[in-house]
C-alpha cells in the first residue's frame, strides 16, 4: 500500500492511506502483534498466494495479514502461530463478513479499518 492520489491504479487516496496506516499502527501498538494489508492480485491458489505473502513478513508468528484481491473479490486472513491463539478463525470469519460487506458496498478503505478495529478487539491488549 504505497499508492495514493496521484497514482491512476491505486485503490486508494491518500487520505484512506492515512487513515489505513493509522489503523494498522494502533492494532499493532495495542495487542503486540504486526497487523499488514495487502491489496492486489493472488494467484488462483489464493489461500496459499496469502500463507506465502505472510510467511514473508518479518515475523510471521505474531503476524495477522488481511489479503484482499479486488479484481478476483477474494479475501483472506491469515495469523501467524501466536496470533492465531488469540484470534480465533471464527473471530477472522467474522472480521471477513464484515469486510467483504463494507467492500460489495464499494468501501474498500473502510472495510478495512473496520476489519482491522475487529481483529484488534477480538485480540485483547498485549500484555508485557
Same mark, same amino acid.
Given at each position: 500500500?504505497?499508492? &495514493?492520489?496521484?497514482?491512476?491504479?491505486?485503490?486508494?487516496?491518500?487520505?484512506?492511506? *492515512?487513515?489505513?496506516?493509522?489503523? *494498522? #499502527? *494502533?492494532?499493532?501498538?495495542?495487542?503486540?502483534?504486526?497487523?499488514?494489508?495487502?491489496? &492486489?492480485?493472488?494467484?488462483?491458489?489464493?489461500?496459499?498466494?496469502?500463507?506465502?505473502?505472510?510467511?514473508? !513478513?518479518?515475523?510471521?508468528?505474531?503476524?495477522?495479514? =488481511?489479503?484482499?484481491?479486488?479484481?478476483? #473479490?477474494?479475501?483472506?486472513?491469515?495469523? %501467524?502461530?501466536?496470533?492465531?491463539?488469540? =484470534?480465533?478463525?471464527?473471530?477472522?470469519? !467474522?472480521?471477513? !463478513?464484515?469486510?467483504?460487506?463494507?467492500?460489495? $458496498? &464499494?468501501?474498500?478503505? $473502510? $472495510? *478495512?479499518?473496520? %476489519?482491522?478495529?475487529?481483529?484488534?478487539?477480538?485480540? $485483547?491488549?498485549?500484555?508485557?
Amino acid at each position: 500500500m504505497t499508492a &495514493g492520489d496521484d497514482t491512476p491504479d491505486s485503490p486508494f487516496t491518500t487520505r484512506q492511506l *492515512l487513515r489505513l496506516d493509522e489503523a *494498522l #499502527r *494502533l492494532a499493532d501498538s495495542s495487542t503486540g502483534l504486526t497487523f499488514s494489508v495487502y491489496v &492486489g492480485d493472488l494467484t488462483e491458489q489464493v489461500r496459499a498466494d496469502a500463507e506465502k505473502l505472510h510467511a514473508d !513478513l518479518a515475523s510471521p508468528d505474531d503476524s495477522v495479514l =488481511i489479503a484482499v484481491s479486488p479484481n478476483q #473479490r477474494q479475501l483472506e486472513i491469515v495469523t %501467524g502461530d501466536h496470533a492465531r491463539r488469540r =484470534i480465533r478463525d471464527r473471530d477472522s470469519k !467474522l472480521a471477513a !463478513l464484515s469486510m467483504a460487506a463494507a467492500f460489495a $458496498g &464499494g468501501d474498500l478503505a $473502510g $472495510g *478495512l479499518i473496520s %476489519g482491522i478495529a475487529q481483529l484488534t478487539n477480538f485480540a $485483547g491488549k498485549h500484555q508485557d
